[in-house]
């Protein structure tokens, strides 16, 4: 019990010289440290985040607009906007040769007879993004956009300080 007491101690004592070093052992909001999360992830005014496109994209593409049902509105060709990079990896924009960001909505196995591909290409600056189908039986590869992505949060006006 003795060595308790004494490492007890040594605890107090480290934890009073830290504050009088002038040393800040309080976090902002422990229960989004907790979760991983910054101030900036919960803050109304802040910009979408990634998983929130990434849901926004998903819900526009499945949901309210069903673009896999619509092949036959699609266009055959790739949107003038954009144009793959030298190793055909890549989509990127044609003005500026911006990377856009690449999201994959389906594959199929490759083993699979007719395997089909689905992915958005989100541009980030222009907020809109670019959906492409390829695959399937018969074989299709078909352009949809450029699709403006709107976001439902409110915003909250900022108190003046």
């Known amino acids: 019990m003795e060595g ?6 040594a605890v107090a004592m480290a934890a009073v010289l830290g504050g009088l070093a002038g040393c800040d052992f309080t ?3 422990v229960h989004l440290h907790t ?17 929130e496109v990434r849901g926004r994209i998903t819900t526009d593409v499945r949901e309210n ?3 896999r049902s619509r092949l036959d509105e699609g266009n055959t060709l790739m949107p003038v906007e954009l144009k793959f990079d030298e190793h055909k990896i890549n989509v990127v924009r044609t003005k500026d040769g911006k990377t856009l960001w690449k999201i994959n909505l389906w594959n199929d196995s490759p083993e699979r007879q007719a395997p089909i591909t ?8 222009d907020r809109v993004y670019f959906y492409h189908y390829e695959g399937g039986h018969p074989y299709r590869d078909v352009w949809f956009g450029p ?7 409110k915003t909250i006006p900022k108190e003046s300080e």
């Open 4 to 9: 308790f007491h004494k490492g007890l101690r």
């Open 27 to 29: 976090f902002q909001d």
């Open 35 to 51: 979760r991983g999360l910054s101030p900036d992830d919960v803050d109304q005014n802040a910009p979408p985040n990634k998983s």
């Open 65 to 67: 607009n069903d673009w």
């Open 118 to 125: 689905e992915t958005a290409f989100y541009d980030e600056d």
């Open 147 to 153: 699709i403006r992505v709107s976001y439902w949060r």
